[in-house]
């Protein structure tokens, strides 16, 4: 799952370019500094800089704490669609909303495997 036009991404750019912005319009109309431009400038790369790393390591926490369990239980779940590993249980991990997921999806394996042994036998 790659996340190729992150919202985060476009945020954490237009923000630092609109405070940018706003500096360089302070600094000409209120203070007439000659350096506007290298400072508004200065203030882009600061701003980069001070919200990429809270910005990085919340993207990093999610992934561990939820992406990498959703993508590992879409693994099982789509192997089971197709009809593979009926028999091997999804475990659930946790104590959230998707661990109650992986638990409803375990329940579906279950009636799934019952519904098949029910048929093959008749």
């Known amino acids: 799952m790659e996340n190729k036009n992150s919202i985060s991404n476009k945020i954490l750019i237009g923000g630092s370019i609109?405070?940018?912005?706003?500096?360089?319009?302070?600094?000409?109309?209120?203070?007439?500094?000659?350096?506007?431009?290298?400072?508004?400038?200065?203030?882009?790369?600061?701003?980069?800089?001070?919200?990429?790393?809270?910005?990085?390591?919340?993207?990093?926490?999610?992934?561990?704490l939820i992406i990498d369990r959703i993508k590992k239980l879409t693994e099982q779940v789509n192997e089971i669609s197709v009809g593979n590993n009926l028999d091997k249980a999804i475990l659930p991990e946790g104590n959230d909303e998707l661990t109650e997921l992986t638990e409803a999806f375990e329940r579906m394996r279950i009636s799934m495997k019952t519904a098949l042994e029910q048929l093959e036998e008749e």
């Not at 000659?34 to 200065?42: L, Q």
């Not at 203030?43 to 993207?59: G, M, N």
């Open 18 to 64: 609109i405070v940018g912005i706003w500096i360089y319009f302070l600094l000409t109309t209120y203070y007439n500094t000659p350096d506007a431009f290298e400072k508004s400038v200065i203030s882009i790369i600061v701003v980069q800089v001070l919200f990429l790393l809270p910005v990085f390591l919340i993207k990093i926490m999610i992934d561990r």
